[in-house]
């Protein structure tokens, strides 16, 4: 008798304990694949997917989320965030508070952006002179906090007087511009290497002027075609990927021929610049929540970008709206900058006003920007093997996109950060 139960202890001891199940009940699924399911459970277990079934199919062993009529939906992806920069002086806001401090406000930022729904961001380079997005999203990821999962880029590299640099003060002043300023390929190349070194898994190029900067032109072109290169190349050795803040057409197409993966912004698009996009499979992100929201601000500390928006506004909305239908490869991102998290949502609305149809737009924001991670495999879609990234909608979004600004349930990785009945 003792025999035996020493052995069953041993069996319970080396055993692994079978995580319980759960199902998600709704009244429909949008998979992320194109599809959309009627009456859907979603089996999970060890904080992935393992069956996308019906009623029926829900084992009898599996705690039940029943959510009603809602919608699921795959766990949005924003593929442009800044947690760390603010709205009003964002050029300086990194020079008012310590990396520290940053790290907690942008936990906060991307706390906010999950609850909204955003289970995955790629930062776009931040105001920062440390790193602290990566030390935000190691916490996260060794379980200290909730957050999304982060991606990204530590900082933008620009060049001297670009629009990563600091131009509105006198020379006599030695202060650390909110990007790594850099010139030539040799700087070029050490600067990737550091980013990769500290964190990064993508290089954030600004190889043109910005809109919200104070003395550059976003119609001009400031990296060279040689650094570029240096830049794709040292980031190709190490498998990193580089995102190319863009605006002039000529930008695009340097960055595009240098092998960019992603064009950020892309305002001044051409067809030249679309025709190359498309030979090349590269993605453009064209942030268009930030214009909506500098066109209907009157923060004198974003004069020039409001009044770039005003000026350019149609005409690159034209210019995106040709890029749709010639077959550009759209991804999502939304620049966010600090505003409350539930307007980022707007970018869906955004993508309607150039020729997308709901289910393209949420693709774009789902399957899409995931493949653009090169994550495929592990989330973008409610499918079995993905990570169980979902969230729920009490209306139809397919109906009116504005119900994503309004997000009832959110799960990550399994895990129920928000349940709003």
Known sequence: MHARLTVLLILVAVLPLQAQKSAILAGA?????????????????????????????????????????????????????????????????????????????????????????????????????????????????????????????????????????????????????????????????????????????????????????????????????????????????RDVPVMAHAHAAEGIKLAVKAGARTIEHGSFIDEEAMDLMIKHGTYLIPTLSIHAFHENTDDPSQQKASELNKKIGEAMYRGFQLAVKKGVKFGMGTDFVGWPATYSANEFIQYQKIGFTPMQAIQCATRVNAEILRRENEIGTVEAGKFADIIAVKGDPLKDLTELQRVKFVMIGGKVVRNEK
């Open 29 to 237: 699924l949008i998979d992320g694949t194109g599809k959309v399911l009627t009456n859907p459970a979603v089996i999970i277990q060890d904080g992935k997917i393992v069956a996308v079934t019906n009623k029926a199919g829900v084992p009898k062993d599996a705690s039940v989320i029943d959510l009603g009529n809602a919608t699921l939906l795959p766990g949005l992806i924003d593929l442009h965030v800044h947690p760390n920069l603010g709205v009003r002086d964002y050029q300086v806001y990194h020079m008012k508070e310590s990396s520290a401090g940053k790290a907690l406000s942008g936990l906060k930022a991307v706390q906010d952006l999950l609850q909204a729904g955003w289970t995955s961001l790629r930062v776009a380079g931040d105001g920062d002179v440390g790193y602290a997005n990566f030390e935000i999203r190691d916490a996260i990821n060794q379980g200290l906090f909730t957050g999304p999962r982060i991606f990204g880029a530590g900082h933008y590299l620009s060049v001297t007087g670009g629009g990563g640099d600091i131009n509105f003060m006198s020379y006599e002043q030695k202060v650390i511009a909110d990007g790594l300023i850099v010139d030539g390929p040799a700087e070029v190349q050490k600067a990737v290497r550091q980013e990769i070194k500290y964190g990064s898994d993508w290089i954030k190029l600004l190889v043109t002027g910005a809109f919200m900067s104070a003395g550059d032109n976003p119609n001009n072109v400031h990296f060279s075609l040689e650094e570029l290169n240096a830049a794709v190349a040292e980031a190709a050795r």
